[in-house]
Each structure stands twice: as C-alpha cells, then as structure tokens.
C-alpha cells in the first residue's frame, strides 16, 4: 500500500498519484480512440469519456493495491 507522496516537504495523497497516471493513459486512449474514428460508434462521448476514466482509475486504484 501507497503511504503520502512527498513533494518538497509537503505530503500529497497517494489518490493525486493515481488520478494523474490515469489521466496519462486516459489521454492517449482518447487519441487512439479519436484518430481511429471509433467515436462515431458511440452515442455521447463526453459521457464516454468520463465512464471510461473512472473505469480505468479504478482498474488502476485496484490493480496497485
């Protein structure tokens, strides 16, 4: 288990770290996503995008523990 992220003397959750690595992935899925053209195969992609970010923080939050 992940204990408080040091950053120059200040402690940070480790859930800031979780939530900035999956936006990494998240980003470039979306790249991937919008250069392949597989938007057009779903109905609301703002909606589309936020359950796929939860999807994956989850899988990340749960695959590190």
Do not use: C
């Not at 800031?16 to 992935?25: E, K, N, P, S, W």
């Not at 589309?48 to 990340?60: D, E, P």
């Amino acid at each position: 288990m992940i204990k408080e992220i040091s950053l120059g003397g200040v402690y940070l959750p480790p859930m800031l770290g979780y939530l900035l690595g999956t936006a990494l992935v998240w980003w470039l899925l979306r790249y991937a996503i919008g250069q392949l053209g597989l938007y057009r195969f779903v109905w609301h992609p703002p909606l589309f995008n936020a359950a796929l970010y939860v999807i994956l923080l989850s899988a990340f939050v749960t695959a590190t523990l």
